[in-house]
């Protein structure tokens, strides 16, 4: 029993703040974030990916931008002409964004909530066969409008940490690409 005792000392200290830190979504949370959530869920199953853009932080699509060197309008119109064009090929199977399951959470330094979504996209691209995505989106909110950002991209975290400070130190999971027999 001796033994024991620190091992799940030990244990309880390693997973403490994490369980701390995920949360119930409040109410008046989930209400706005739903709304928005189930108007890119339209969009998506609908097939109008370019359109997603409209749900990412003017910040973050002017980092993106900066990132390559381009003036952000020049960005945004190429960005969703590339988008366009992906369009043209790809079928929506199914696209969800699984809100029974997304944790409520704060920043490191404590000073943003954020909410972490599961979500799975199927898609099928012409002459590239069927994949299911499985990966996480970050809901931010500014300024009372809710935004969605893809986080399962390599060095997406160090991104949104060089926009947003205050995610230093949050870890988001990669993406899982599976193909669809």
């Known amino acids: 029993m001796t033994v024991l005792k620190p091992a799940l000392l030990a244990l309880l200290i390693a997973t403490g703040p994490l369980a701390a ?5 409040p109410v008046e949370v989930r209400e706005a974030l739903t709304d928005r959530v189930d108007a890119f869920t339209e969009l998506m199953l609908t ?11 003017e910040e973050f699509v002017a980092g993106k931008a900066l ?22 090929g790809l079928k929506v199977e199914s696209f969800t964004m699984d809100m ?11 000073s ?18 069927t994949n299911k995505l499985v990966g996480n989106t970050l ?3 500014n300024e ?16 949104i940490s060089s926009i947003y400070p205050e995610f230093e130190g ?6 899982v690409i599976e193909p669809v027999q």
Not at 21 to 25: C, D, F, P, V, Y
Not at 77 to 85: F, P, Y
Not at 119 to 128: N, S
Not at 170 to 175: A, D, E, K, L, Y
């Open 47 to 57: 097939g109008r990916v370019a359109d997603g853009m409209d749900f990412l932080p």
């Open 67 to 88: 990132q390559v060197g381009m003036p952000l309008e020049e960005f945004e119109s190429a960005m969703r002409a590339q988008m366009a064009v992906a369009e043209v």
């Open 139 to 141: 809901a931010i909110e």
């Open 144 to 159: 009372g409008v809710w935004y969605l950002i893809s986080t399962d991209e390599p060095n997406e975290g160090k991104f």
């Open 100 to 110: 029974d399951r997304a944790s409520y959470e704060t920043t490191p330094d404590g």
């Open 21 to 25: 830190m995920a949360e119930e979504l």
């Open 170 to 175: 949050v870890t988001f999971s990669p993406r």
């Open 112 to 129: 943003r909530p954020y909410v972490m979504i599961p979500t799975e996209f199927v898609m099928t691209i012409e002459g590239a066969g």
